[in-house]
């Protein structure tokens, strides 16, 4: 009794044994697959994160190139705009340098015909200069008689002297312009252009004719009492405008030409 009793108590012990070692099995294998899916997870995460990774890498790889591209073009750029800057620097710079030589040679013409002129009495004659160039001013009673076209004795000695200075300085070109007042003529002319015209052109004659200065370098016109330097309603301002004015202006073809380029490269 006593054997069949403990063979039961082992068989049942063998039994229990047998059981707790398959549920330890089945746990480690639900805990294998677990872990198997936890793994597989974790893999597909992963391979995402590499994804992310890799589009993060070529975005960051883009926008360098962009970055580099744009530094390129930002430095080429300023390097043009420097360029650029220099050369309207040097432009202007020349622009100014013949300004000064303009305006260097404005004064250097107006001492000498203040030299030249010296000693005419200044209701007779002035000289002034404005506008880059220089003007001699004659008066009508100084150059010619009243009513004519004429050139006096004066006038010529006056004329003379102004042509030895127009001689010895040949880049000057020389404008001839005759005013009257606003009293209409009469006699031998028309009008008041007919006569401002006639004595510039008197004017011309002789400094070219008597004093060989060159023609090409003259020019006659007449503007009868439309550019008056006073009131025509008083005798003295009528004096002020019948006069005859020699306009001196030194070539400016550099200037002009350089005026030109600077419009064309803008």
Known sequence: MKRFFYGLVAMIIIASASCVSKQKLLDAQMQYRTLQNDSALMASRIADQQSSIN?????????????????????????????????????LQDLQNLLDQQRKATNDLRDKMMTALTGFNSNDLTITQKNGKVYVSLSEKFLFPSGSAVVNDSGKIALSKLATVLISNPDISVDIEGHTDSIPIRGKFEDNWALSTARASSVVRILVNDYKV??????????????????????????????????LSPKLDELYKLLEQNQQQQ
């Open 55 to 91: 589009k993060l890498q070529s975005d960051i790889n883009a926008l360098n190139q962009q970055n580099t591209q744009l530094s390129t073009d930002a430095s080429n750029k300023v390097n043009s705009l420097q360029q650029n800057l220099q050369a309207q620097q040097k432009r």
């Open 214 to 247: 060159d023609p090409t370098r003259v020019i006659a016109s007449g503007h009868a009492w439309y550019d008056p330097v006073d009131t025509n309603s008083t005798p003295e301002g009528r004096a002020r405008n019948r006069r005859t004015e020699i306009i």
